[in-house]
Nanobody, 125 residues
Framework: QVQLVESGGGLVQAGGSLRLSCAAS????????MGWFRQAPGKEREFVAA????????YYGDSVKDRFTISRDNAKNTVYLQMTGLKHEDTAVYYC??????????????????WGQGTQATVSG
């Protein structure tokens, strides 16, 4: 079955960086748009970024543009989220998601087919 496993979360000071990874299995990774979402306590799930099948097309949420970078390595079936300039409001559980499409990037969670369990990122200060 399809599995998405996030890693790389942790505690970091404001202004610092984290790199999240999401390893996928059980699917043809290069046939999927991959996305990152986040959810803070008491808030709705928020779109962070998405990337097309070959990495050339990307799409970011307004709150993370110019600070976060999404990338993928199809040989490793892995998608990454490089987060820089972290702020307290970036504190959330970060989820990886997969959508069976090549380049139809979307910010709508309902349009993704598979989800990981999430990894916590906490920004202090």
């Amino acid at each position: 079955q399809v599995q998405l496993v996030e890693s790389g979360g942790g505690l970091v000071q404001a202004g610092g960086s984290l790199r999240l990874s999401c390893a996928a299995s059980g699917l043809t990774f290069s046939s999927y748009v991959m996305g990152w979402f986040r959810q803070a306590p008491g808030k709705e799930r928020e779109f962070v970024a998405a990337i097309g099948w070959n990495g050339r097309n990307t799409y970011y949420g307004d709150s993370v543009k110019d600070r976060f970078t999404i990338s993928r390595d199809n040989a490793k079936n892995t998608v990454y989220l490089q987060m820089t300039g972290l702020k307290h409001e970036d504190t959330a559980v970060y989820y990886c998601a997969a959508r069976e499409a090549l380049n139809a990037l979307t910010s709508r969670p309902t349009e993704y087919d598979y989800w990981g369990q999430g990894t916590q990122a906490t920004v202090s200060g």
